[in-house]
């Protein structure tokens, strides 16, 4: 049985989720003229190179996220690395959104991580190496996933309308799961 | 009679297990299933027949098992048709038969067998065709049926998972385990699954042993050590259910409590160690309690310790039945051997009387069999006492899964086998053996001679089928039934077709082999459902105003995904009045509104006023910045997808507003567009919807409001006009202020990030203590009022521009998305549906869907699209699409089915002139 406890959505000996604060959440998109220049200058702004290797991040406080095409999402940001970016954008085909209000984050760890995750998601978690990023869907809604080098289990973000409909299926599915990712069914 | 054989057996003899059966309490052991612990206690007769309610026992003992179908109970639970032979006994484990009343020993039902020969195959068909098939079904499902389903939710666990994996092997038997154990040494990802709670498949009771070691116990080590691997898998219990597309497998896992795991599998191969299945042999009297295939017999016998009676008959046109008779023998059972062939190969076991030539004349017996009429070569017929009549008429390789995958089907002098296997799909094991070719059923005496046990079809119903012409496989299947079963044909299928090819003398390649299509076994309805029930069922959104709505009194409904106010109750009141209450506020004072599920897109780039001129009906091109307009999105038919209103933030930017419901799907879709169609243009799509909060303050003092709560905005009507948005501060918070209405009142569209639209409520609350919370009902019945348009409401996946009132935009000189269909002839038919107001003459309400005709005519006008009580007016207010309504305003038509009168009118009955949206 998932215990609810005050410090998290599931705290199991297998499955710990608790919420993950978002200090800042923002999505960058640029065009495709001279994307490379503008890449160039949005990474020296923010201090961290923007990935360009599909679903790969990078960086600490912001972290990038490849999530498109000439798109990251930047989580993290302190507020000067976000104005030095506008600044560094300026006159360019860019577009900055803050979304910090509208998302949430979690954090999944312990041994049947990975377990709760596929329990209602399609990707093949052992693809996800550290250090990768993906999208997909998790209990019908839209989830970014993401994997951090040094770091046990997954984050996950997804909208923050969602986050009370989240909550009530990672309990559910957590309830049940003790963590044998390999081995006999019993 | 019955009982155990000491010394045979897997089951643990030390671990006792309490269950009860048809309400009597009975003993199994731990290792038993259902089936096998009835049987040692004596129960033979589990079931009655589907159609003909006959007497029915065991005929096989795993998941080809067509009769013993169970009901399994449990508090407030009832798990319908369960396989007695996939049950595993567990303690108190509790349940009935299906399709018999009051049990199956004492069956009312069974009144359908003494008229069967009036019910012979497709009698359904041709009887009850009048008055109508539905009078008769009722009467027809009670009395022909299968298990009963709980009235209560399942309480059983139902979930589902996904998985990866290299290798996907599918049967734990000795081939499957060889292959799983190769692939894991081998590094791979593997997964394991086998139906049975034990590894081993055959190796269980065949007594055969692998590298020198017996087999039972070889399999077990194997299964730990592919267990032990990294990343490798071994599911028992697990069914593989269907093979789809890319190689997806869905693998069924029952769980304790007769629940179910639904696991999605993507494998990089599949290999198919599905094992065969013993065919029945086809002879009167056949289906009597006590006749079982040889090999289920056996498994009986050596696997559970079953001791099958004194006196044994083994009927077989095979050799593999030889041994079964040997092993019954060795048992210490009185076997006779009854080989249909004339004169085989094999010699007779030790210690058992063969007859040679035979043929099967009837069987004896009510309830249980008591023996067996055989005719030798000679011609001479004779009755021999026995329990147990085990019959094997050889064996079909298990291909469903094969043949799903894209494997292909071969016939070599008649025996069916695997063909060409697809890329990364393998067979291997008794799977990959040809089939023993079928021989022709025994010469039909009297009785009935059952083909598919389940479907209660006979060999004199193949007959009768193949007379009427139905002489294709899958024609034959739908009308008699033959594989259409639980057991979808497992064990009488096959020996259904080779009949069919013996009574229209054509070959088996040219009578064929139905595919079999997915699931191989059934699944539970609530499986597919998983744990997607009650509040998990789907996804309701909450607006940043959620906790406050409760303490508002809120009550929460789902409107387009989202959970919101219908209206806010006040003590005692009740939810029509508090409509109306809130509505008036809107028409008289200040109401306040969570408008936040609006979407809002940012386009931004160089092209991006050229892509929304695309993307709307209406032009966007031409607006000007700091102004708003009311649009139309279409989809390239030219049906109206989405509304509503765009602003111009800047040369190069705009806010796309789309509605609550089409949030996602309209960034979605401009995306798509962009990305698709035009990548050369330099435009972005943004969604922000959810990181923006918006509170809409509505009526003629939503600017005092305003005002009071502290705005650095001129809000006077010359500086700040209807349709436009000023940025700025209200109550301190940044905010976006639109103005824009839905109400038909003054609106304005408060717009803050998503954190403090709380705050900003809270703020205007308390400066305008006048201002009343409104929910979506009032919201939804203003503008109803005010005749404006509820896209998925007022329009359907049909309705194009001009049927809403804004056809002007298909004379427009620009191209934009949807506008080429608008010009098609059906999209200029004079008489298409157009929205228009209804009047109800009698004042009466009017619902929501309702048709209506010419008075006294026939034939559909139109419909009612919209309708609620006008709290404004006092009456009535509607909308409804009629043919070429706009022409016929003033024109009385009917209710369909009721004959009240109602008048076709202008579509705003509320301010028609706008004057209250500029004041």
């Known amino acids: ?186 | 009679m019955s009982g155990r054989l000491e010394g045979f057996g897997r089951i643990d003899r030390g671990r006792p297990i309490g269950f009860r059966f048809a309400g009597h309490p009975y003993q199994g052991f731990a290792g038993d299933t259902l089936a096998s612990a009835l049987l040692a206690s004596g129960v033979r007769l589990l079931a009655r027949s589907f159609k003909l309610h006959r007497p029915r026992g065991l005929v096989a003992a795993g998941p080809e098992e067509p009769n013993a179908l169970v009901d399994v109970l449990a508090p407030g639970d009832r798990r319908p048709n369960l396989k007695a032979t996939e049950l595993e006994l567990r303690e108190g484990l509790e349940a009935v038969s299906v399709n018999c009343w009051p049990s199956p020993g004492f069956d009312l039902g069974a009144a359908n067998g003494l008229i069967s020969r009036f019910i012979p195959v497709g009698f359904y068909y041709k009887a009850f065709f009048w008055p109508s098939w539905r009078f008769y079904e009722p009467f027809i499902r009670r009395a022909a049926g299968l298990g009963r389903v709980g009235d209560a939710p399942a309480r059983a666990r139902f979930e589902h998972r996904f998985a990866h994996c290299d290798v996907l092997v599918v049967g734990g038997g000795q081939a499957g385990l060889t292959a799983a154990a190769e692939a894991a040494g081998a590094g791979a990802r593997v997964i394991l699954c086998e139906q049975d709670f034990e590894l081993g498949g055959a190796l269980l009771w065949n007594g055969r042993a692998v590298d020198g070691r017996e087999g039972a116990g070889w399999a077990a080590e194997e299964g730990a050590r592919v267990a032990a691997s990294a990343g490798a898998r071994v599911l028992r219990r697990t069914t593989a259910s269907g093979v789809y597309d890319h190689g997806a497998v869905a693998l069924a896992e029952r769980l304790p409590g007769d629940g179910m795991r639904l696991w999605q599998v993507r494998a990089e191969r599949l290999v198919i160690a599905t094992g065969r299945t013993e065919r029945p042999l086809v002879f009167p009297g056949n289906d009597r309690p006590g006749v079982m295939l040889a090999d289920a017999a056996l498994q009986y016998q050596a696997r559970f310790g079953v001791k099958l009676g004194e006196r044994a008959v083994v009927v077989t046109d095979d050799d593999a039945a030889y041994g079964v008779a040997q092993a019954l023998a060795a048992a210490g059972v009185r076997t006779l051997l009854a080989d249909l062939r004339a004169n085989p190969a094999l010699a007779a076991p030790p210690g058992v009387e063969r007859l040679e030539g035979a043929t099967v004349v009837r069987t004896h017996g009510a309830r249980r069999l008591s023996g067996v009429s055989l005719r030798d070569a000679a011609g001479r017929v004779r009755r021999i006492a026995c329990e147990l009549l085990a019959m094997s008429g050889g064996w079909t390789p298990n291909l469903q899964l094969f043949t799903q995958a894209g494997g292909a089907i071969a016939f070599q002098a008649g025996a069916l086998e695997p063909a060409a296997a697809p890329a990364g799909v393998a067979v291997v094991g008794s799977a990959a053996i040809p089939e023993t070719p079928p021989t022709p059923p025994n010469a039909l005496g009297r009785g009935k001679a059952f083909v598919d046990f389940q479907a209660d079809v006979t060999a004199a119903d193949i007959e009768l089928a193949a007379q009427e012409g139905f002489v294709q496989v899958e024609h034959l299947k739908r009308y008699t039934a033959l594989g259409m079963g639980t057991d979808q044909g497992k064990v009488g299928a096959r020996a259904g077709q080779a009949l069919l090819a013996q009574i229209t003398a054509r070959s088996a390649p040219a009578v064929g082999a139905p595919r079999a299509r997915p699931p191989v076994s059934p699944i539970p309805l609530a499986a597919f459902a998983g744990r997607a029930r009650g509040e998990l069922f789907a996804p309701r959104r909450r607006t940043p105003l959620h906790a406050l709505h409760q303490t508002l009194g809120g009550a929460l409904e789902d409107y387009g995904g989202w959970l919101r106010p219908a209206c806010y109750l006040r003590s005692g009141e009740a939810e029509a009045d508090a409509v109306r209450r809130e509505a008036l506020a809107v028409r008289q004072g200040v109401g306040l509104f969570d408008a936040s599920p609006l979407g809002k897109i940012e386009v931004v780039g160089p092209d991006a006023a050229w892509f929304l001129g695309r993307m709307y009906a209406n032009p966007m091109a031409s607006l000007a910045i700091g102004r708003a307009r009311y649009g139309l999105m279409l989809d390239e038919i030219g049906a109206i997808i989405d509304d509503g209103v765009a602003l111009r933030l800047a040369e190069d930017r705009f806010l796309v507003g789309a509605s609550s419901a089409g949030a996602e799907r309209i960034a979605l879709w401009l995306d798509e567009w962009r990305q698709c169609e035009w990548p050369e243009r330099q435009v972005l799509v943004a969604p922000l919807t959810t990181a923006v909060g918006v509170v809409t303050v509505s009526g003629p003092r939503a600017r005092a409001a305003l005002k009071a709560a502290g705005a650095d905005i001129d809000f006077a009507p010359e500086a700040f006009p209807h349709m436009a948005f000023r940025d700025g501060r209200v109550a301190g918070i940044e905010a976006r202020v639109v103005s824009a209405s839905f109400s038909g009142e003054r609106s304005y569209e408060v717009n803050v990030a998503a954190g403090r639209t709380e705050e900003l409520w809270r703020a205007i609350a308390a400066a305008a203590p006048d201002a009343v919370p409104v929910g979506v009902e009032a919201w939804l019945l203003l503008r109803l009022e005010k005749g404006y348009l509820h896209v998925g409401v007022d329009t359907d996946g049909t309705t194009a521009p001009d049927d809403v009132g804004v056809g002007y935009v298909a004379r427009r000189n620009v191209a934009f998305v949807g506008k080429r269909s608008l010009l098609r002839p059906e999209n200029l038919r004079p008489d298409r549906h157009q929205l228009v107001g209804l009047e109800a003459l009698d004042g009466q309400p009017l619902a929501p869907g309702a048709h209506l005709v010419r008075p006294g005519g026939q034939g559909s006008e139109g419909y009612v699209t919209s309708t609620g009580l006008s709290p404004t007016f006092g009456r009535p207010v509607a909308m409804a699409m009629v043919k070429g309504g706009r022409a016929r305003l003033g024109e009385t038509l009917a209710l369909a089915g009721e004959g009240r009168a109602v008048r076709i009118a202008p579509r705003a009955a509320y301010d028609p002139e706008g004057a209250r949206l500029h004041g």
Not at chain 1, 106 to 115: C, D, L, N, Q, T
Not at chain 1, 134 to 155: C, K, M, N, P
């Open chain 1, 1 to 186: 049985m998932a215990e609810q406890g005050a410090s998290g959505v599931v705290m199991t000996p297998a499955i710990q989720v608790r919420p993950l604060p978002v200090a800042s959440f923002a999505v960058l998109r640029l065009g495709a003229a001279q994307a490379g220049a503008v890449i160039a200058a949005a990474s020296a702004a923010l201090g961290a190179a923007l990935p360009t290797t599909p679903n790969r991040a990078a960086g600490e406080a912001p972290r990038a996220l490849w999530t498109g095409p000439l798109e990251w999402t930047l989580v993290g940001s302190p507020p000067e690395r976000l104005s030095a970016l506008e600044a560094a954008l300026a006159g360019s085909i860019a577009h900055l959104a803050d979304l910090t209000d509208g998302r949430v984050g979690f954090r999944i760890a312990g041994p049947a991580a990975a377990e709760l995750i596929e329990s209602e998601c399609p990707l093949d978690l052992h693809a996800l190496a550290p250090g990768d990023c993906a999208q997909s869907l998790f209990a019908g809604v839209g989830v970014l996933i993401e994997r951090r080098e040094g770091e046990d289990g997954f984050r996950l973000y997804a909208d923050a309308s969602l986050a009370a409909h989240l909550e009530a299926w990672l309990a559910a599915v957590a309830e049940g799961l003790v963590g044998r990712g390999s081995g006999d069914s019993g």
